[in-house]
């Protein structure tokens, strides 16, 4: 296994499970947050079903997953001051990394970013105003 393949697959779920350590309630809101944000992108890329480009993979392109789930986990981990700058080291480090390897267009990954880092920012503030 190579550094690129276990980052975009493996670092995710490690940057996921970081609130559980020190909040219950925060932890509850980054699961949920995780979840709505890929139902979310889910059902854009099936409204949208753009194309990938070069023809790469068969799944619909706009807008990234990925993205958007880094950024998402990224604004997830904000109140944990120097994992949240790892965290978006980590987000634009594989935003790039989409567009470098052929598997996005940058407005596909901008608009991922963007959609992760609020949808999050909306249920992360829905949540701690309980």
């Known amino acids: 296994m190579d550094f690129v393949y276990?980052?975009?697959n493996y670092l995710?779920?490690?940057?996921?499970?970081?609130?559980?350590?020190?909040?219950k309630r925060h932890a509850a809101a980054s699961l949920t947050s995780y979840t709505v944000v890929l139902g979310f992108i889910f059902l854009l890329k099936h409204i949208f079903n753009v194309?990938?480009?070069y023809g790469i993979g068969d799944s619909?392109?706009?807008?990234?997953?990925h993205a958007a789930l880094a950024f998402s986990q990224a604004r997830t981990i904000k109140p944990y001051r120097n994992f949240y700058i790892l965290g978006?080291?980590?987000a634009?480090?594989?935003s790039i990394?989409?567009?470098?390897?052929?598997?996005?267009?940058?407005?596909e990954?901008?608009?991922?970013?963007?959609?992760?880092?609020?949808?999050?920012e909306v249920i992360l503030s829905w949540f701690h105003r309980k």
């Open 109 to 120: 990954v901008i608009a991922g970013a963007i959609l992760g880092f609020f949808i999050t």
């Open 92 to 94: 634009v480090y594989i």
């Open 12 to 23: 995710p779920y490690v940057l996921l499970l970081l609130p559980f350590l020190f909040e």
């Open 51 to 53: 194309p990938r480009p």
């Open 60 to 65: 619909p392109s706009f807008p990234s997953g």
């Open 97 to 107: 990394g989409r567009v470098i390897t052929g598997f996005h267009r940058p407005e």
């Open 6 to 8: 276990l980052t975009t």
């Open 88 to 90: 978006l080291i980590y």
